[in-house]
C-alpha cells in the first residue's frame, strides 16, 4: 500500500514537473507588428524569422522606432514631441500548430503499465498576441501575450520595452538606451544568446526536455524584472550592464498581491547584475560577431513541494555566477543565406542554502552548456539547418536525481547531449513549416536507462511538424 | 539710431532660411540615426545590397526618394526596404537627405580587379557597344562617372548592385520614370558586358 502511494507521488510529480517544465514561456519572435509599423518587408530585418539580419539588429537597438506610418502627435509650446503614437496600433498575431511524435511513447500517467498517445497534436502549440513598436518619441516596446495550450491559460510573454537615443555628435554615431524586460538575452540582437538562439529557438511542448539548464538559460525567463544600460558605437562595439530583480506572475493568490516570502519560490536576493559585451565585424555580404555575457545572481532555494519546507527570504543563499560566450557569423547573399551560432554557458554554483537544507548533494556544484548551430536557406524559401547542444557538470543525486520516471536521472546527472536537424519551406515570407528531428546521445545522465525505470536517452528522439504563420 | 535699410530684408532672409536649417539638421539626424543602419552614416555602405549615396547628384537621390514615396521604382529591394523607409517623407526632408549625401566625400574602392575584365569596361563605359546600339556611357554619366543633374554617380559604386541594377532595368523590375531610357540600353547589354562596366566603375 505504501510502495504504491510512494509510486503514485512520484508520477503526480512527474506530471507537475511535465507540466512545469512545458508550461515556460515560448519562444517567438516573428512579428509583423514591425513591418506595419516600418513598411517594411520581413526580409529586410530577418535573414528568415527569428533570426536578425544587421538592419534588424540596428532597428531593435534603435528602440523598435523606425516608423513610416501616420502618426497622432502633440507638442509642447518649446516645440517638443510630447507625443507619437502610430495611427495604426502595431499589433500582429502568431499561431502555431505542431505535430510531435516520441521514438518511444511516453507512459500512461495513470494506468501503469500502458503507454499514452504517441504522436501528440498541438492546435494550437503556441498562439501570441503582440503590440511591438514605438509608444513614445524615443520609446519602442516588444511586448507579448502568449496562449499555452498545456496550461491552458493566457500569460505574459518575453517582454522588452525600451528607451533609445542618438549621439550624432559621436563620429560614426552612437546610439544608447534602456531596455525594461523580463528575460535575461530576450533584449539582445544576436541569435546566439539563450533567449533568441537560432536554430535551438523552436521545440515542441510536448516531448521531454533534459533538466538542468543554467540561469542565463532561460531558466528566470518571465519571473524578473531588469533594467539595462547600453550603448552602440560605429554598428560593431556594444556593452550593456543592469540589474535584474524577481517579478513572478501570478504570485499573491488569495491574500492579493503581497510581498514575496517564504512561500514563493526561487527569490532573487537583491539585484542580479547582467552583463553584455559584443564586438561585430561587417565587409561585403558578411558579419562576424564574437561576445561574452553573463549573470550573477544570489537565490533563494525554491521551496521543496514534497517535503512542504517553506525556505525563508533571509541567512545565506545559493550563489550562482553564469560567465558566457557567443559568436555569430551571417551571410547575407540574393540567392543564399548562412548562419552559424555558438554559445558555452559556464555555471559555478556556491548552495549554501540548499546544501545546509538538504535540497543538494554538495556545498559547490557546476554546469556547463555548449550549443552550435548552423542555417542554409536558399532564396530564403528552402532552408535546412543542424545543430548540435550539450550540457555537462558535477553530479549531485539530491538536486538532479529524483528517481521519477522520464523527467528524472537515476545517476544524479546533469548531462546531456545531442543533435538537432530541421528542414524548412517559407513559401512566404511569414509562413513557415518546418520537419525538425532532435536526437539524444545522453539524455539526465546517461544513454541507456537514464531514469532508472528502463527509459533510454534514445526513446526521447523526437519528430515534430510545425506550422508557424505571423501576420 | 537710424536703422540700416537692408536690415529688416536681411531678417527676413534670415526667417525664411531658418526652417531650411532646421530641416538641413533634421536630414543629417535621419542620415546619421535612421539611414545609416543600411547605408552607412555618411552614405559610404559596406554591404553591395545597399548603395553608396556618399557624393551622389543631390537631383538624382530627390528623384530616387520621390519614386520610392510614390512606389513607381518597384524593384524588390525598393518594396521590401525603401517603400516603408519613404512613405512619410516631406519634399522638405527629401531635398535635405539629398543635400546632405551629396555633399559627403566620395567613396574611393580601390579596387583591383581583373586589369582585362577592367578595361572591357573602361571601353563600353567610354565608347559604347555599337553593335547593339548602345551608347556611351560617359555621354550622361560624365567623364568620370561622377554623374551629371539626375544622370547618378557610378564611380565607386559596388559592382554586385550595379550589375543588379542593370538586370533590373532590362527585366523592367525596376520602372521608375527615369528608368525608360536605361531599360532600352540595357536591352543590348550581356551579363558579362554589364560586370566588365560595373568592374570597372568600382574601380574609379
Redesign the interface.
Known sequence: MCMQKRRFLSLAVAFVAFAFWFGFPEKSHAVPSYARQ????C??CHTVFPELT??GR??KL?GYL??????VQGITTSKEQALLLNQLPPLSLMFQASYTQTSKALPDSAATGTNAQNGQVLFPQQASLFYAGRIAPNMGAFIQITYDPVSGTVGWDNTDIRYAN?V?AVT??L?YGFTLNNNPTVQDVWNSTPAWQTPFDQRTSAAPMPAAATQIDQTLAGGVAGLTAYAWWK?SIYGEFGLYRSAPQGVGGSAGAGPLDSQSGGVISGYAPYWRLAYEK????NSLMVGTYGLDVQLHPASDPTVRINVPLAGPTDHYRDIAFDAQYQF?G?EHLFSVQTTYIRENMWLDQSFALGFSSNPTDDLRTFRLGGTYYYQRKYGASLGYFSTTGSADAVRYGSGTAIFGSASGSPNSNGWIGELDYVPWQNVKFALQYTAYNKFNGASSNYDGLGRNASDNNTLYLLAWIAF | MKLNPTTPFALLLLFAAAPAFAQDEDA??LA???C???HG?RGES????FPRLAAQRAEYIESQLKSFRDRTRSDPMA???M??????LSDGTIAGLAEYYSKQKPVRNGQQGNPKLLQEGKTIYEQGIPATNVPACITCHGKDAEGSAVYPRLAGQHAPYLV?QIALFKSALRADPNAAVMHAISAGMSFEQAEAVAAYLASK
Request: some cysteine; charged content about 15%; overall charge negative.
Open positions: 516600418t513598411g517594411m518587408a526580409e529586410a544587421p538592419f540596428a532597428f534603435n523606425i516608423d513610416n506610418l501616420p502618426q542618438q550624432p560614426d554615431g546610439t554598428n561587417q565587409w561585403d555580404q547575407i540574393d | 543629417a539626424r546619421i540615426g535612421v545609416a543602419a543600411c552614416p559596406v554591404a553591395p545590397a518594396q521590401g526596404y517603400w516603408g523607409m519613404t512613405s512619410q543588379k
